[in-house]
Protein backbone atom coordinates (compact mmCIF):
# COMPACT_ATOMS: atom_id res chain seq x y z
CA UNK A 1 0.00 0.00 0.00
CA UNK A 2 1.47 3.28 -0.92
CA UNK A 3 2.02 5.88 2.16
CA UNK A 4 2.87 9.32 2.02
CA UNK A 5 4.69 10.93 4.54
CA UNK A 6 4.98 14.95 4.66
CA UNK A 7 7.61 17.16 6.40
CA UNK A 8 8.73 20.46 6.61
CA UNK A 9 6.08 22.35 8.61
CA UNK A 10 6.93 24.17 11.61
CA UNK A 11 6.63 27.58 13.06
CA UNK A 12 7.10 30.63 11.26
CA UNK A 13 6.71 34.07 11.55
CA UNK A 14 3.91 35.81 9.27
CA UNK A 15 5.62 37.09 6.04
CA UNK A 16 8.01 34.01 6.09
CA UNK A 17 8.56 30.75 4.10
CA UNK A 18 8.47 27.28 4.74
CA UNK A 19 8.94 24.48 2.23
CA UNK A 20 7.03 21.04 2.67
CA UNK A 21 8.33 17.89 1.25
CA UNK A 22 5.99 14.34 1.00
CA UNK A 23 7.45 11.57 -0.14
CA UNK A 24 5.15 8.57 -1.50
CA UNK A 25 5.99 5.06 -1.22
CA UNK A 26 6.74 3.30 -4.45
CA UNK A 27 6.42 4.46 -7.94
CA UNK A 28 2.72 4.77 -8.41
CA UNK A 29 2.16 7.97 -7.48
CA UNK A 30 4.85 9.15 -10.09
CA UNK A 31 2.07 8.46 -12.64
CA UNK A 32 -0.12 10.10 -11.37
CA UNK A 33 -1.61 13.33 -10.22
CA UNK A 34 -0.52 14.46 -7.00
CA UNK A 35 -2.03 17.24 -4.51
CA UNK A 36 -1.63 19.35 -1.31
CA UNK A 37 -4.21 19.56 1.21
CA UNK A 38 -4.54 21.79 4.36
CA UNK A 39 -6.75 21.66 7.65
CA UNK A 40 -7.02 24.46 9.55
CA UNK A 41 -8.44 24.13 13.28
CA UNK A 42 -12.31 23.72 13.04
CA UNK A 43 -12.91 23.85 9.41
CA UNK A 44 -12.98 21.19 6.54
CA UNK A 45 -10.02 20.13 4.81
CA UNK A 46 -9.50 21.91 1.32
CA UNK A 47 -7.84 21.57 -1.44
CA UNK A 48 -4.33 23.78 -1.72
CA UNK A 49 -2.82 23.13 -5.45
CA UNK A 50 -2.63 20.17 -7.43
CA UNK A 51 0.02 19.09 -10.27
CA UNK A 52 0.11 16.87 -13.17
CA UNK A 53 1.92 13.62 -13.09
CA UNK A 54 4.33 15.59 -15.76
CA UNK A 55 5.07 18.30 -13.29
CA UNK A 56 2.72 21.26 -14.38
CA UNK A 57 0.83 22.94 -11.82
CA UNK A 58 -3.04 22.46 -12.39
CA UNK A 59 -5.12 24.50 -9.50
CA UNK A 60 -4.35 26.86 -7.14
CA UNK A 61 -6.39 28.28 -4.42
CA UNK A 62 -7.29 31.97 -4.79
CA UNK A 63 -5.97 32.37 -1.31
CA UNK A 64 -2.64 31.00 -1.99
CA UNK A 65 -2.42 32.08 -5.63
CA UNK A 66 0.98 33.99 -6.06
CA UNK A 67 2.33 32.83 -2.85
CA UNK A 68 2.51 28.93 -3.06
CA UNK A 69 4.07 26.67 -5.47
CA UNK A 70 3.45 23.27 -6.44
CA UNK A 71 6.44 20.74 -7.97
CA UNK A 72 7.07 17.50 -8.25
CA UNK A 73 10.28 15.32 -8.66
CA UNK A 74 9.05 12.37 -9.95
CA UNK A 75 12.75 10.21 -9.76
CA UNK A 76 12.08 10.49 -5.79
CA UNK A 77 8.45 10.46 -5.59
CA UNK A 78 8.38 13.51 -4.05
CA UNK A 79 5.60 16.50 -4.38
CA UNK A 80 6.85 19.73 -2.94
CA UNK A 81 4.79 23.09 -1.91
CA UNK A 82 6.64 26.33 -1.25
CA UNK A 83 5.18 28.51 0.51
CA UNK A 84 5.84 32.67 0.92
CA UNK A 85 4.73 35.30 2.54
CA UNK A 86 3.14 33.01 4.94
CA UNK A 87 -0.31 34.76 6.80
CA UNK A 88 -1.95 33.95 9.91
CA UNK A 89 -4.90 32.79 8.05
CA UNK A 90 -2.11 29.54 6.31
CA UNK A 91 -1.76 28.22 9.45
CA UNK A 92 -3.00 24.32 9.37
CA UNK A 93 -2.40 21.11 9.04
CA UNK A 94 -1.00 20.68 5.47
CA UNK A 95 -1.06 17.03 3.28
CA UNK A 96 -0.07 15.80 0.65
CA UNK A 97 -2.60 13.28 -1.73
CA UNK A 98 -1.61 11.06 -4.62
CA UNK A 99 -4.85 10.14 -7.15
CA UNK A 100 -4.75 6.54 -7.02
CA UNK A 101 -7.62 4.65 -5.70
CA UNK A 102 -7.59 3.44 -2.17
CA UNK A 103 -4.67 5.69 -1.60
CA UNK A 104 -4.92 6.54 2.60
CA UNK A 105 -3.77 9.98 4.38
CA UNK A 106 -0.57 10.74 5.48
CA UNK A 107 -0.06 12.02 8.94
CA UNK A 108 0.35 15.34 6.86
CA UNK A 109 3.30 18.65 8.68
CA UNK A 110 1.83 21.48 10.86
CA UNK A 111 2.08 24.96 9.79
CA UNK A 112 1.74 27.43 12.31
CA UNK A 113 2.50 31.36 11.22
CA UNK A 114 2.73 33.55 14.55
CA UNK A 115 2.15 37.22 14.36
Known amino acids: QVQLVESGGGLVQAGGSLRLSCAAS????????MAWYRQAPGKQRELVATISSRGSPNYYADSVKGRFTISRDNAKSTVYLQMSSLQLEDTAVYYCYCYVRGISWGQGTQVTVAS
Open 26 to 33: GSICSINA
